[in-house]
């Protein structure tokens, strides 16, 4: 859940990212925000969609302190696991919490890694903090680094969501980043990166108001 570069944001912030917990005072208390939002269920939801079963190695872009991608190791202890993230406080943390993981610092944007490196990579509530140029890189470095037939799984802000979702939604529809994932502006982005893509499930949560599941293929 972790934030990647945004022209809003460093103009008043001291880094060229936002941090994991929107400040770096504010980092102690993420993990616990994390919870009180209900991201548990989010993250197996997404490692269920994933099925990574089958699966080498695995990354996840954004990764902050680790939550998702710690979830997905400890669901398939054979992983080859890798958490991404601009973020070197976050990423201290997240090693802090448990080896057999690579924590790396990297922009989802400027991967650094290898070509058709990865089964599967995994994105959670990143994508809606980037703005137009960093998300269409993003998506080239994604469909990039998997190998041809492998996925992208993502979670975020997405999808028809309306008024009727809530306040948090209403609060997000007059929000110029995050109303640029509404509709299909994720189908299409994905799709123009040269993915396969489809909405896999949606459902309202109240402290977003709606967020939306999809998965990317590489074509084979």
């Given at each position: 859940?972790?934030?990647?570069t945004m022209d809003c944001?460093?103009?008043?912030?001291?880094?060229?990212?936002?941090?994991?917990?929107?400040?770096?005072?504010?980092?102690?208390?993420?993990?616990?925000?994390?919870?009180?939002?209900?991201?548990?269920?989010?993250?197996?939801?997404?490692?269920?969609?994933?099925?990574?079963?089958?699966?080498?190695?695995?990354l996840e872009i954004g990764?902050?302190?680790?939550?998702?991608?710690?979830?997905?190791?400890?669901?398939?202890?054979?992983?080859?696991?890798?958490?991404?993230?601009?973020?070197?406080?976050?990423?201290?943390?997240?090693?802090?919490?448990?080896?057999?993981?690579?924590?790396?610092?990297?922009?989802?944007?400027?991967?650094?890694?290898?070509?058709?490196?990865?089964?599967?990579?995994?994105?959670?509530?990143?994508?809606?903090?980037?703005?137009?140029?960093?998300?269409?890189?993003?998506?080239?470095?994604?469909?990039?680094?998997?190998?041809?037939?492998?996925?992208?799984?993502?979670?975020?802000?997405?999808?028809?969501?309306?008024?009727?979702?809530?306040?948090?939604?209403?609060?997000?529809?007059?929000?110029?980043?995050?109303?640029?994932?509404?509709?299909?502006?994720?189908?299409?982005?994905?799709?123009?990166?040269?993915?396969?893509?489809?909405?896999?499930?949606?459902?309202?949560?109240?402290?977003?108001?709606?967020?939306?599941?999809?998965?990317?293929?590489?074509?084979?």
């Amino acid at each position: 859940m972790q934030r990647f570069t945004m022209d809003c944001v460093t103009k008043h912030h001291p880094h060229d990212y936002l941090p994991a917990a929107g400040h770096d005072a504010l980092l102690p208390g993420y993990d616990a925000l994390s919870r009180l939002l209900g991201m548990k269920k989010v993250y197996d939801a997404l490692i269920a969609q994933a099925e990574l079963a089958g699966c080498r190695r695995v990354l996840e872009i954004g990764c902050g302190t680790g939550n998702l991608i710690i979830r997905a190791k400890r669901a398939h202890p054979r992983l080859q696991a890798i958490g991404c993230d601009p973020d070197p406080l976050a990423l201290d943390r997240a090693q802090r919490k448990m080896n057999g993981i690579r924590f790396e610092r990297g922009y989802a944007q400027r991967l650094p890694y290898a070509d058709a490196e990865f089964d599967r990579v995994l994105s959670s509530m990143m994508l809606h903090h980037l703005d137009d140029d960093a998300k269409t890189a993003a998506a080239a470095e994604v469909f990039r680094v998997l190998r041809p037939g492998g996925r992208l799984h993502l979670v975020d802000i997405g999808g028809d969501m309306t008024a009727n979702d809530g306040l948090a939604a209403r609060l997000v529809i007059r929000s110029h980043h995050a109303a640029g994932n509404l509709g299909d502006a994720i189908p299409r982005l994905l799709r123009g990166a040269g993915f396969d893509c489809a909405q896999v499930a949606t459902h309202r949560q109240r402290f977003v108001g709606r967020l939306t599941y999809y998965r990317a293929t590489r074509p084979a």
